[in-house]
């Protein structure tokens, strides 16, 4: 991270641009884990060259706002998971299957019928694009392999912990060459452990440290409720937070602000870095610089300012782009201002 005190950044997703994506198609197929095709509104042979403008102007409006680290907005990926998961051997993309979401909805999920390996690189693009295209540090999200394998209807392995493990390692593969292409932060994202915590328990933590094995820089890994969007009513406490102490990442990434989460929680993990969620993204007010200034002041009462990352809520994606730029407007001037108090 930026050699400052509260550096600044996003969960991931940034919104697309309605030229880009059919937001009432998105709207009826939130977090897709198979293809969704029909969400974008370009032609298939314009499509790259479309997402690569789409996404020039989510790394623009993340410098205009002055965020420091910045993602690449996730503006290529129908949902944050997809993009990855469908892109492995052994998984029937073509006939999916249907299981319960973690919204209690019917969903139709890849099905898995071999080993699951990683046959090629899938994000390199994107990283270089960002990078090429920005002075800022930069951060790429994947999706972690505890969550994978809990939005994949199991054909071959029949054993959830077996075939975690192959994910953890076809993520790690990816992620060692994300670093290798220049990310600065690799962010991976687990919101099933909250979802499902007694497997978690098990070997979700295993999981995850076997996709950030020997990973250079900083790590991260995110927790949530589920998105705004989704979600209107959240707990103010995690099932699964402070196992996350045995993990290897140096990060946790959690959202507080909409669920108003009781910090305590973050005694639970000692020497981790916290980025914290202070913008509430259920909501459509955006946020003054001086509440985010307090929600910032509450996550010092727990933590040392080195400790402490900056960050809205995750789901982004699903906000009008202009309450987006504006929410993460008020979040830089709210580091700001807790910033210059700290300085004295």
């Not at 960002?130 to 392995?157: C, H, M, W």
């Amino acid at each position: 991270m930026p050699d400052i005190l509260l550096p600044t950044t996003v969960v991931g997703s940034y919104p697309q641009p309605d030229w880009l994506v059919d937001r009432g198609v998105l709207a009826q197929n939130l977090v897709p884990r198979v293809r969704m095709k029909q969400m974008w509104r370009v032609a298939e042979d314009a499509l790259e060259q479309a997402q690569d403008d789409a996404t020039l102007v989510a790394i623009r409006d993340m410098e205009r706002a002055g965020v420091d680290v910045v993602t690449d907005g996730e503006i290529r990926r129908e949902s944050y998971s997809n993009r990855f998961a469908l892109a492995l051997d052994g998984v029937d993309v073509d006939n999916p299957a249907r299981t319960m979401g973690r919204a209690g909805k019917e969903t139709l999920v890849p099905r898995v019928v071999g080993r699951i390996r990683r046959n090629r690189p899938v994000e390199v693009r994107d990283v270089e694009f960002l990078v090429a295209n920005t002075d800022r540090r930069t951060k790429i999200t994947l999706p972690g392999p505890f969550t994978l394998s809990q939005q994949a209807s199991d054909e071959y392995y029949r054993d959830e912990e077996a075939m975690a493990m192959d994910y953890a390692a076809a993520v790690n593969a990816e992620a060692k060459d994300l670093k290798r292409a220049g990310v600065d932060v690799i962010q991976l994202d687990e919101p099933w452990m909250q979802a499902r915590p007694e497997a978690a328990a098990r070997f979700g933590v295993k999981a995850l440290n076997r996709a950030l094995e020997g990973l250079e820089g900083t790590t991260v890994v995110h927790l949530c409720f589920g998105y705004a969007a989704v979600v209107k009513e959240k707990p103010s406490g995690y099932s699964f937070l402070p196992q996350l102490a045995d993990c290897t990442a140096a990060q946790i990434s959690i959202e507080a602000a909409q669920p108003r989460l009781d910090l305590g929680v973050l005694d639970s993990l000692p020497g981790k870095t916290i980025m914290l969620g202070v913008i509430d993204l259920g909501s459509a007010e955006v946020e003054t610089p001086a509440v985010v200034a307090d929600r910032i002041r509450a996550g010092l009462r727990r933590l040392p300012a080195e400790r402490l990352v900056v960050a809205p809520d995750c789901g982004m994606k699903y906000l009008p782009r202009p309450r987006a730029f504006a929410k993460l407007r008020a979040m830089v001037e709210g580091a700001a201002i807790v910033r210059r108090e700290l300085a004295g």
